[in-house]
T-cell receptor, first 111, second 116 residues
Framework: QKEVEQNSGPLSVPEGAIASLNCTYSDRGSQSFFWYRQYSGKSPELIMFIYSNGDKEDGRFTAQLNKASQYVSLLIRDSQPSDSATYLCAVSGAGSYQLTFGKGTKLSVIP | DAGITQSPRHKVTETGTPVTLRCHQTENHRYMYWYRQDPGHGLRLIHYSYGVKDTDKGEVSDGYSVSRSKTEDFLLTLESATSSQTSVYFC???????????????FGAGTRLSVL
């Protein structure tokens, strides 16, 4: 069974710091990797996706992928209180239309 | 919101009653999904559809059925609701990333269902 593991947190960081969120996955055939942000009582919102080894940057967000280690991470620079949310990691296999989600990491950015 | 509307947004019902949740999309996406989200379990796939009248089971399909008679509508039915089906239900659609790089899923606003 495909598994996606995340530290449930809560992860607390001071405002302005770098938040680092981590995710590991069990299926070596996984191809695409996604980070969703979910505010309390709201639906998941896509932040970033990555499918090549290395880093992908979008504004204050950087996704990092290491397929050899089966590890994907999300860095949030200059963290803001508005970044406080649960972050979901999701993984899909080659040619698959399904996503497997981790249980999420709750991030709290302290002013 | 990728043109996804879920209805109702909130529902309270009694054990043993049938419940139908509706997901409506306006952008002609082929793939549609129903998930439930519970504390400690994350998002779990119930059923998905890959076209009109084409559906398949997900991880937690027991006690649920689905139908898709039109591209735009995907219905989730609880034939006889139980308290264990109290949850938040999300509908999602899938868009291709192209070049064989997989698919992004976008979510509706969710339906909060309470079964008493």
């Amino acid at each position: 069974q495909k598994e996606v593991e995340q530290n449930s947190g809560p992860l607390s960081v001071p405002e302005g710091a770098i938040a680092s969120l981590n995710c590991t996955y069990s299926d070596r055939g996984s191809q695409s990797f996604f980070w969703y942000r979910q505010y309390s009582g709201k639906s998941p919102e896509l932040i970033m996706f990555i499918y090549s080894n290395g880093d992908k940057e979008d504004g204050r967000f950087t996704a990092q992928l290491n397929k050899a280690s089966q590890y994907v991470s999300l860095l949030i620079r200059d963290s803001q209180p508005s970044d406080s949310a649960t972050y979901l990691c999701a993984v899909s296999g080659a040619g698959s239309y399904q996503l497997t989600f981790g249980k999420g990491t709750k991030l709290s950015v302290i002013p | 919101d990728a043109g996804i509307t879920q209805s109702p947004r909130h529902k309270v019902t009694e054990t043993g009653t049938p419940v139908t949740l509706r997901c409506h999309q306006t952008e002609n996406h082929r793939y549609m999904y129903w998930y439930r989200q519970d504390p400690g379990h994350g998002l779990r796939l119930i059923h998905y559809s890959y076209g009109v009248k084409d559906t398949d089971k997900g991880e937690v399909s027991d006690g649920y059925s689905v139908s898709r008679s039109k591209t735009e509508d995907f219905l989730l039915t609880l034939e006889s609701a139980t308290s264990s089906q109290t949850s938040v239900y999300f509908c999602a659609i899938s868009e291709s990333l192209g070049q064989g790089n997989g698919n992004i899923q976008y979510f509706g606003a969710g339906t909060r269902l309470s079964v008493l």
